[in-house]
């Protein structure tokens, strides 16, 4: 199978991160995924443009987020680009202390930020960032098998 | 309450998370949230309820109803299955919320 490729642009403003998710759930429906997969790739793809629109533009509108969307023969790529301020060892190194360990017990410890990475991390096959020519580029794969059916 | 949008996400997240604050401070302090018309969560949104839960504090509880199975998955990424007593149905929760009400 070729593989498939389109390329998404929205506006960052979170407001308008909804038609990309619309836009994916819809595309993944071209690969041999469950309607899980296909909720858990969207969560994902939501999360990346969200924390380009709050932390890569400061929640200032009026910067392309770019979504590259392409279907392989045995896996799903989504790369979610910008070109505002790279991700920050800060922020890379919180899922090296995953936010999703905390004692459930624990009202005033509970999490109520900084969920995002680590979702994407839980839900995705590999997870992997970039920064070149200042553009910055987090790549998410989601693996699938393909049954043949041919006899 | 129930929650008449389909999509509790980044965009509204932070005006939810104010009215439903506004709501407790007003001494509504148990709350059921029905989330039966809700199809998407991510994680701002459900921070907003995790922040509501943490404003009631020991003063009254918030329980979760009619949750679809793919943001129940979304739950259990978070391990947000562990914090909140969450019901198939509306009435399951009332009735449960109810008893503290006895307390």
Known sequence: MLEKRIKLIIDSNLEDVQMVSNAINRLCTLGPLTDLEIFHIELAVVESVNNVIEHAYNNERGHEVEIIFTLYANRVTLDVCDMGMTMDDKLKNRIEKSPLEFDPTELNMLPERGLGLAIIHEVMDDVAYSSCHDKNTLTLTKRFIVHDTRR | ?103
Not at chain 2, 33 to 59: E, H, M, P, R, Y
Not at chain 2, 66 to 71: A, K, L, T, V
């Open chain 2, 1 to 103: 309450m129930d929650l008449l949008v389909d999509r509790l996400d980044a965009s509204i997240a932070s005006n939810f998370r104010n009215k439903l604050i506004e709501i407790i401070k007003d001494g509504n302090t148990l709350i059921v949230l029905n989330l039966t018309n809700v199809t998407f969560v991510d994680s701002s949104g459900l921070g907003s309820i995790v922040s509501c839960l943490k404003t009631l504090g020991a003063k009254g509880d918030l329980t979760l109803c009619c949750i679809d199975e793919r943001i129940m998955s979304m739950f259990r990424l978070t391990r947000m299955d562990r914090v909140f007593k969450i019901f198939n149905t509306e009435g399951e929760a009332i009735k449960n919320i109810s008893h503290l009400t006895r307390l």
